[in-house]
């Protein structure tokens, strides 16, 4: 069956009124030509400051400046062919256009690479003179700050352009487990609730989860793992080798560890990592109560690993429309001020957002855009609750990128992931919120309690687990031992059973799910969706309960970008993440959840 024969539109056939305003960036695509060779000619011409950076502080200016320009002018050609691709990825012209964008960052990147090795080859008494000399060099006091906090692990000009060179070698093992999981794995095929064979993918399995019908989810979950089993020793050498690549990786750069190395260009301490992993396992009893009473309000005999995902009572909203959810959305978030509401709505009208399917289209939801772009969402919205809190998330990112970009130059127009996560998250949980306080109805009440909890389940539990044990393999690594198969499974289903507590039966196959979580590819990130869900938490309760005030510094913190390491930029905000008590306050919350959940049952 095509996608047209099950209700899947061509682009064309979507409204324009759905569909974002890309033109706004690019008329057509001759001034995207135009741009492409401008930027070309920026990087050739970058490279007559390499040798005279630090001449004088009317040069090092001119070279800041000129960076950014160039960069500034790479960015906004790379999204938008980036986004034109994502509209149809089957277009070859698009394609070609995003892959031709990539070799620009590349070449760029190299006709820059002289710049950081040789300001830190400067005297660094002399930088700071400049920076008190010239007010318009002060701008980048912390670009500086940064570069010079760094310096003792950045090698000199010849060591940093091998390693730039064994870049695409460092990073095999990310592609190959990508090449195995997303285009070499088959999952097999399995019986729905409709009796219809259906194959098994990554995109259906979370449906199948969430299935409330028990055979779907254990099939679903015994086909999943059955092909990472079969795979394990492949993985597991993957893995392994991956590991070492970061730990090597930081030793070549002088770093104690290679958590130390990952948390590093965020300037966030190891006690920050410490502190959430320490205050979560202090709180596993509250999951383990959660868990007693899924198992009780489920009406299990005994609780799988499958049974984790399906919701408490079946879904009573029935299909939500588009324009409804933002209604919704806008009153949600109504607390954070009428500046912020006017300016999303703003957001709304000048289309911003990318909402409905198309033939093509790609999977999925996020937030892009460039400097002097607007903050673009795109969406797959097909009515469900989860959709329209999806929208709020994405809308999150948009607003942050929004007023970032309209009250920061160039050079700190961007976001850390530990801050850009807490933008979103905080929607999430002022919708949730507002949600729970208008709903009367229990059934429904009872579904979006569910919901909430979930989110503490699978972001700061489940997260945390996950940064559990990373550190648990890279410390290995570091002392000499081998990731193996064997050892990867014992040590992750430990953990497992320690997050879950006694109730579950922990079928075999929980084991291997250390095999199948991309994200371990990419080390020591998974923390910062834990410590931003804590933040968030922390934060949409200031909002509610302590006025003006509290509205006035979030909007602070959305304006300041990325002029300062994150921990900083929370504290404008009004919560420490240096502490534990953001994740003892959101723990707080969650055992209040889980007070009603029992209550309601």
């Known amino acids: 069956m095509s996608e047209n024969e099950i209700g899947i539109r061509k682009r064309s056939e979507i409204e324009t009124k759905n569909k974002w305003n890309i033109e706004a960036m690019y008329e057509n695509d001759e001034v995207w030509e135009a741009d492409y060779r401008q930027a070309e000619e920026m990087a050739t011409d970058f490279t007559s400051f390499a040798g005279h950076l630090a001449e004088s502080e009317k040069t090092l200016l001119r070279a800041f400046k000129a960076r950014d320009e160039m960069w500034q002018k790479v960015e906004k050609v790379y999204v938008y062919a980036r986004m034109k691709k994502d509209e149809d990825t089957r277009v070859a012209k698009y394609q070609t256009l995003s892959d031709r964008a990539g070799s620009l960052i590349a070449k760029v990147g190299a006709s820059a690479s002289f710049f950081t090795p040789e300001l830190l080859e400067a005297d660094e008494q002399l930088l700071w003179e400049y920076l008190d000399k010239s007010e318009d060099l002060g701008l980048y006091r912390h670009v500086i700050r940064q570069i010079l906090r760094e310096k003792k692990h950045v090698l000199g000009r010849q060591e940093e352009n091998l390693l730039a060179q064994f870049g695409e070698l460092t990073s095999a093992t990310n592609v190959i487990f990508s090449m195995i999981n997303n285009a070499d794995m088959k999952f097999g095929s399995i019986m729905n609730e409709k009796g219809k064979q259906t194959e098994v993918t990554h995109g259906r399995y979370l449906n199948f989860m969430e299935s409330g019908d028990r055979r779907v989810r254990r099939e679903a979950f015994e086909h999943m793992y059955a092909a ?210 208008e709903e009367s109805d229990a059934v429904r009440r009872l579904y979006l309690l569910n919901m909430y909890i979930e989110g503490f389940r699978t972001t700061l539990f489940r997260q945390t687990m996950f940064a559990e044990f990373e550190k648990m393999t890279h410390e290995a690594v570091e002392s000499g031992q081998v990731l193996t198969a064997d050892r990867l499974s014992k040590d992750y289903l430990e953990l497992n059973r320690k997050y879950y507590g006694d109730q579950v039966v922990y079928d075999a196959q929980i084991a291997m799910e250390w095999a199948r979580i991309p994200h371990f590819y990419n080390a020591f990130y998974v923390y910062k969706y834990a410590t931003g869900f804590s933040a968030a938490a922390a934060l949409s309760d200031r909002i509610l309960n302590e006025g003006p005030e509290a509205r006035r510094a979030y909007l602070e913190f959305l304006k300041a970008g990325d002029s300062d390491n994150p921990i900083p930029l929370l504290r404008i905000a009004g919560v420490d993440m240096s502490e534990a008590s953001p994740i003892e306050k959101a723990m707080n919350t969650f055992k209040e959840l889980l007070d009603e959940l029992e209550i309601m049952l």
């Not at 995902?309 to 806008?330: C, H």
């Open 228 to 437: 990472y089993h079969a795979q394990r020793n492949t993985l597991a050498t993957t893995y392994n080798y991956n590991t070492k690549t970061d730990v090597i990786m930081a030793r070549i750069r002088k770093y104690g560890s290679a958590i130390e190395a990952a948390l590093s260009g965020d300037d966030i301490p190891l006690s920050v990592y410490d502190n959430l992993v320490l205050t979560v396992n202090k709180s596993l009893p509250l999951l383990h109560r959660y868990i007693d009473i899924r198992k009780r309000a489920l009406k299990l005999d005994e609780i799988h690993m499958y049974d984790m995902y399906t919701p408490l009572v079946e879904s009573p909203l029935g299909e939500i429309d588009y324009l409804k959810a933002l209604r919704i959305i806008e009153k949600g978030l109504a607390p954070i001020g009428e500046e912020y509401i006017s300016d999303m709505k703003k957001g709304f009208s000048q289309r911003w957002i990318d909402v409905y399917e198309n033939e093509g289209k790609t999977s999925g939801a996020y937030s892009f855009g460039s400097y002097d772009s607007y903050p673009y969402v795109l969406l797959n919205y097909s009515g469900k609750l989860k959709d329209v809190f999806t929208i709020a998330h994405e809308m999150g990112h948009s607003m942050h990128s929004f007023y970032t970009r309209k009250n920061q130059p160039f050079v700190y127009g961007g976001h850390s992931i530990f801050t850009a996560e807490v933008a979103s998250t905080v929607n999430e949980n002022l919708l949730m919120k507002y949600m729970l306080k």
